[in-house]
């Protein structure tokens, strides 16, 4: 049976709608997958910025350790000094628990400095891991959601493609 005009048209519509449909899921898909990679890069930024964070903690802790040592310097130096103005002998017992305890606060001072800091870089190194399993979770969730896309677009291509054939058959095109 030979096809009238009408049939030609609604046949390559239908086709050409299963392909609109394709070509439309798969750059849905590509813009998921986009997505996803554009997250996970403002998620990465994050563990740059942790970083710079943690050398500015290291930093600091640095500074404060020499701020102290001058500061523990020049507590000595006085007590020395007050103690040579009183009179009193600088070997003396009590000028040497004083000067050995003034050592003791600094050195425990630092330790609790050097703990704290510890505490602080873990917590950041736990941060950093978690933006980066982020950040890879994002990418994993943008190629999902692409390729469920990218299911759905075949699936209606297909489907096109099977109503096609389903109306060429009806209207006798392959007897």
Partial sequence: MALGPF???????????????????????Q???????????????????????????????????ERNRTAFESLQSEVRANTAYAGIDMASATTQMVLEQNARELEYEEKVSDYNNAITQMQIADA????????ELSRMEGGAQAASLQSQGTASMI?????TAKMADTMGVFE
């Avoid at 299963?18 to 439309?24: E, S, V, Y």
């Avoid at 997505?35 to 943690?54: H, M, P, T, V, W």
């Avoid at 489907?159 to 109503?163: H, R, S, V």
Wanted: aromatic share 2%; proline share 0%.
């Fill in 31 to 65: 813009a998921a997958r986009n997505a996803g990679d554009f997250n996970a890069k403002i998620i990465e930024r994050n563990i740059d910025l942790l970083g710079r964070q943690s050398d500015l903690i290291n930093q600091n802790l640095i500074m404060q350790k």
């Fill in 159 to 163: 489907k096109a493609f099977g109503d």
């Fill in 7 to 29: 049939e030609i048209i609604s046949l390559g519509m239908n086709l050409i709608g299963g392909l609109q449909q394709k070509r439309a899921a798969d750059r849905a898909a």
């Fill in 128 to 135: 950093q891991e978690d933006s980066r399993l982020q950040a």
